[in-house]
T-cell receptor, first 115, second 109 residues
Framework: GAVVSQHPSWVICKSGTSVKIECRSL??????MFWYRQFPKQSLMLMATSNEGSKATYEQGVEKDKFLINHASLTLSTLTVTSAHPEDSSFYIC???????????FGNGTRLTVT | GQQLNQSPQSMFIQEGEDVSMNCTSS?????WLWYKQDPGEGPVLLIALYKAGELTSNGRLTAQFGITRKDSFLNISASIPSDVGIYFC?????????FGPGTRLSVLP
């Protein structure tokens, strides 16, 4: 089945630094990937849609200069949290559809802690 | 924007009991999906439904795509401790996926 790999699974960084999270589709190509943020005991909040070869589409209220998304190939999307602050601490999850009209498959998430 | 209502919000059941949860929407979807999320991990797909009225099983899990295309339910039979987690429904229309707020399931031994 379709597998999405996300790395790292957890990261601790200092305020002001930047952190890059990678999302890879291992056995399929994904022209679109989705990035979610999840607060404790809450649902998935869509941050942005990553589009291969073009700019990402950000949801309302998500700062595109803060959360940089790059979809450089059909199997890799990256999310960079720039100038991280403690309020950016959260669980970030990526996902990709396995194909046209296919369900979303999720990575295992990245727990970001900003100190 | 589109929203899904998922109920119940949380539930505590005894091991061995059956569980039923549902998801409703004011909009129609072409696909209904059910996911389970364990703590600290990404959601895992349980069942995908593609046709109105479709009833699909996956082991002890059974889900149905509502005939109006605006709802879906998930049943779990004979619950076991590892069923604990958060269950999310999702409606999809093309590449637009909308998630419910989740049902938090606790199973008491």
């Amino acid at each position: 089945g379709a597998v999405v790999s996300q790395h790292p699974s957890w990261v601790i960084c200092k305020s002001g630094t930047s952190v890059k999270i990678e999302c890879r589709s291992l056995d399929f190509q994904a022209t679109t990937m989705f990035w979610y943020r999840q607060f404790p005991k809450q649902s998935l909040m869509l941050m942005a849609t990553s589009n291969e070869g073009s700019k990402a589409t950000y949801e309302q209220g998500v700062e595109k200069d803060k959360f940089l998304i790059n979809h450089a190939s059909l199997t890799l999307s990256t999310l960079t949290v720039t100038s991280a602050h403690p309020e950016d601490s959260s669980f970030y999850i990526c996902s990709a559809p396995g194909g046209l009209n296919s369900p979303l498959h999720f990575g295992n998430g990245t727990r970001l802690t900003v100190t | 924007g589109q929203q899904l209502n998922q109920s119940p919000q949380s539930m505590f059941i005894q091991e061995g009991e059956d569980v039923s949860m549902n998801c409703t929407s004011s909009s129609i979807f072409n696909t209904w999906l059910w996911y389970k999320q364990d703590p600290g991990e990404g959601p895992v797909l349980l069942i995908a439904l593609y046709k109105a009225g479709e009833l699909t099983s996956n082991g002890r899990l059974t889900a149905q795509f509502g005939i109006t295309r605006k709802d879906s339910f998930l049943n779990i039979s004979a619950s076991i401790p590892s069923d604990v987690g958060i269950y999310f429904c999702a409606g999809a229309l093309g590449q637009n996926f909308v998630f419910g707020p989740g049902t938090r399931l606790s199973v008491l031994p």
